[in-house]
């Protein structure tokens, strides 16, 4: 199994929506860099966990923890000219972008805020590529210890990641 950092604009896609979604599960689609569409291809397995992260947002951090649910395939929304993430140079018999579908299995809350993360990047987070300046990728790998690490910031006394019990918001 391997870990990973999904990172998402709220405005965008938020866990609200994913926990909104049908069996909480999406594609995650429209991911345009030839860098993170090579890890959803070629690493990104079923079965693999990972976080959802809003970025570009107040207080950007750690939300959730998601499972994949099925490994990279085609991204069809680059073949669709209605959609936000269309490609006019993809080509549906070879294509260009790659997809993996993601399940909601807990929201974090509260957030592990960027700052929270930051405060550990000289000892326990040193290596996580999500701290390292100028690193913009949507997907990105996630070191086991730095895994463990995080998920031990949002433990209760009974070693089970608390779980949030409110609703979830709507889609917009």
Not at 41 to 68: A, K, L, Q, T
Not at 104 to 116: C, G, Q, V, W, Y
Not at 138 to 150: A, G, H
């Amino acid at each position: 199994m391997k870990y990973w950092l999904f990172k998402s604009e709220p405005d965008t896609y938020s866990v609200d929506d994913l926990a909104a979604a049908k069996n909480r599960t999406t594609a995650w689609e429209g991911v345009r860099n030839y860098q993170a569409r090579n890890l959803l291809r070629d690493d990104v397995h079923e079965g693999d966990r990972g976080f959802f992260y809003h970025s570009s947002c107040d207080v950007p951090g750690i939300v959730g923890v998601i499972r994949i649910v099925r490994a990279g395939y085609a991204d069809s929304s680059a073949n669709d000219p209605q959609s936000a993430h269309f490609d006019p140079k993809a080509d549906p018999s070879s294509p260009r972008w790659f997809c993996v579908d993601v399940r909601l299995e807990t929201k974090i809350e509260p957030l592990i805020a960027l700052d929270e993360l930051r405060s550990h990047a000289d000892r326990e987070l040193r290596n996580m590529l999500v701290l390292k300046r100028g690193n913009r990728l949507s997907v990105m790998p996630v070191t086991r210890d730095e895994w463990t690490f995080i998920l031990s910031l949002r433990r209760d006394g009974s070693g089970e990641a608390r779980r949030h019990s409110g609703r979830a918001g709507k889609k917009s």
